[in-house]
């Protein structure tokens, strides 16, 4: 292959991309059920910035395709080979703790400050900016380049689902999602969701409340339980927790935890737990203590749950969501699994050991790329050549990118390692650096993919 310098052929390009990214960051793309309508299927935000990627590709010549407005997807070349690029246009609510407006760029320090900025509209422009260039300079030959832009990753991916599913879209020959971390993610765990149920009779508790989702950690659960000073004086004395009356009967106490990723609970504090474990010491409710013990670990080792991949690590089990009322627990779990797990029985070792009934609702099989694998190498080599970290390996990670969506797809950057920027939380930034540097190996990425033999 003819040595092509990557760095002169995108540079001309880097101040355009910036405040392309800035026009993108402007626009609150959070799914917004109030403005949901046909045309729109996440709200308006997310269909303003579609229509603002969509135009981008119209201005510049590529074949756009609006996709009902629940992805845009742009394409430019000709060819049986089908490079595409998997990026987000969607964002997670902004949260608190800001220093400036989320959807107003700010920089700081050489970093552009704003919701979305690496996950995932910074990477989304430079693989944009990246095709630009490759189309400009006449090296997309013989191939054809995709950029498909979901408006709902973060929710699940129904956008990519849409995609392949009802719109019957071609899958790539090639593809990467820039929306994880470089070098680059061979391997995702398996995703289950379940939720068990158990008639159980906590005569104390009025009613018991934690958690949105199944793939977080409860960070606030609430619990009502009939008026007890004696439990109240506990919690304050052992949980500094001040307790409110409701009625003359009824009191309530709320737990706060803290929030972590369902994949990596042991990172979080579980309100839910705490709530359970501080009745179940007071009231000395040996049918709960046992249950608590159950989450304890959470890869599931107490319950026979626990498994180990050579590849994608351990099971871990996540409670995200917990309810107690007219005597029924409701336990919502986020269970992620490595290669060679058998799901099924790991559920009914939990069922047998906490006498719950559980029920799968939701499954996502392991993915998994051989080391050895072209696109895996052609990925790699790329990376190491064009930055300065030679060293770091591959990984494997608790999963969910849109590789699981597509076919021969792979997560790769944008996040360089070591790097911390803030995604999902306050205060989200990209170095502008580090994004010029994304769109120097996603433009050699998708030329070397695109004539790879
Ligand atoms: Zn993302």
């Known amino acids: 292959m003819a040595k092509i ?14 405040i392309a990214l800035e026009e993108l960051i402007k626009i609150n793309s959070v799914y917004d059920q109030a403005t949901i309508s046909t045309s729109a299927p996440y709200g308006k935000g997310v269909k303003k910035a579609l229509n603002y990627i969509a135009e981008l590709g119209e201005l510049f010549g590529f074949e756009v395709d609006r996709c009902d407005n629940y992805l845009s ?32 760029p700010f920089y700081k320090k050489g970093c552009l400050y704003g919701r979305g900025a690496t996950d995932d509209k910074g990477p989304l422009m430079a693989a944009f900016y990246a095709i630009k260039a490759l189309k400009d300079n006449n090296l997309i030959n013989n191939y054809r380049v995709r950029l498909v832009v979901g408006g ?34 061979y391997g995702e765990k398996g995703i289950t969701n379940f939720i068990s149920e158990k008639n159980i009779n906590l005569p104390e508790i009025v009613s ?17 339980f009939l008026a007890d000073e004696q439990f109240a004086e506990f919690l304050k004395k052992t949980r500094k927790i001040e307790t ?59 319950f026979g749950g626990f498994k180990k991949g050579k590849n994608l690590g351990l099971t871990t089990y996540n409670l995200g969501v917990i ?18 797990t058998n799901v099924n029985e790991c559920i009914k070792n939990f069922d047998l050991a906490s ?5 799968a609702i939701y499954d996502s099989p392991p993915l998994l790329f051989s080391l050895k694998s072209k696109l895996v190498k052609t990925l790699l080599n790329v990376y190491r050549d064009e930055s300065d970290d030679k060293k770091t390996k591959p990984i494997t990670m608790g999963g969910g990118t849109y590789a699981k969506n597509a076919e021969n797809t792979i997560a790769f950057g944008p996040a360089f390692p070591y790097e911390v920027n803030n995604i999902h939380n306050a205060n989200e930034f990209i170095n502008i650096k580090n994004f010029e540097l994304q769109m120097i190996i996603y433009a050699r990425a998708i030329y070397e993919l695109g004539n790879l033999k």
């Open 73 to 104: 997807e742009l394409t430019f070349g000709k060819g049986d080979k089908l490079i595409s690029v998997f990026a987000h246009a969607d964002v997670v609510p902004s949260g608190h703790g800001w220093e400036q407006d989320p959807f107003i």
């Open 244 to 302: 409110k009356v409701l009625e003359q009967y009824v009191m309530e106490a709320t737990f706060s935890g803290v929030s972590a990723h369902g994949s990596m609970p042991e990172k979080g504090k579980n309100a839910g737990l705490l709530a359970l474990e501080a009745y179940a010491e007071f009231y000395q409710n040996k049918e709960i203590k046992k249950l608590i013990s159950l989450f304890k670990d959470f890869n599931g080792k107490p």
């Open 355 to 359: 006498g719950f009934t559980s029920k």
């Open 208 to 224: 018991l409340k934690g958690g949105l989702a199944f793939n977080s950690v409860i960070d606030q659960a609430t619990l009502q």
């Open 323 to 340: 309810e107690y009322q007219n005597k029924t627990l409701t336990l919502k779990v986020n269970f992620r699994y490595p290669e060679k």
């Open 5 to 18: 310098d990557f760095t002169k052929i995108v540079k001309p390009y880097y101040k355009n991309a910036v």
């Open 152 to 185: 709902d990753e973060e929710r699940g991916s129904s956008c990519l689902k849409y995609y392949f599913e009802q719109l019957k879209k071609e899958q790539p020959t090639f593809g990467f999602t820039p929306d994880a971390t470089f070098p680059l993610v």
